[in-house]
């Protein structure tokens, strides 16, 4: 396996392993997510509000969401070996999915560094698969 195709192979099975650990996170405490995102300003009812439980399983369905982009990643990287196209085709749409799951996460915690960084890496979750060696590893012809 040259090495842009092995690199990129690494880079995806780090990023979907960083997305499983979010996603369990946002799953097993959804109740104290939710009450930090649509709880009220009382400090009193911070063991109990209806506002973060009832918006609960919408922080779960967003956990499973994000586990299940994750395990898009790690089984498309898995499958690098076997040198289909279809897998360097699902490579480059999972670069576009970590793309926009980065903007959302952005838009909801502006972090700088972390975010430029997570930038970063997105971009190159689009850009590696189209280099030349990637390119002939998974078998394109080209036009």
Not at 58 to 68: K, Q, R
Not at 94 to 121: D, E, Q
Request: net charge positive; proline share 6%; charged share 10%.
């Amino acid at each position: 396996m040259p090495t842009p195709v092995s690199s990129l192979r690494v880079l995806m099975m780090v990023v979907g392993g960083i997305q499983a650990v979010l996603g369990l996170a946002l799953v097993t405490n959804s109740v104290a997510i939710a009450q930090a995102i649509w709880g009220e300003d009382d400090t009193s009812s911070t063991y109990y509000s209806p506002e973060g439980e009832a918006h609960s399983g919408t922080v779960v369905f967003i956990g499973i969401l994000v586990l299940a982009i994750a395990a898009w990643g790690t089984l498309t990287a898995l499958k690098f070996p076997t040198r289909l196209p279809a897998v360097r085709n699902s490579a480059i749409a999972y670069g576009w999915t970590a793309l926009a799951f980065k903007i959302a996460v952005w838009a909801v915690a502006p972090i700088l560094v972390l975010n430029l960084l997570g930038l970063v890496v997105a971009i190159l979750l689009i850009v590696r698969p189209n280099q030349p060696e990637c390119r002939v590893w998974f078998g394109y012809q080209g036009r």
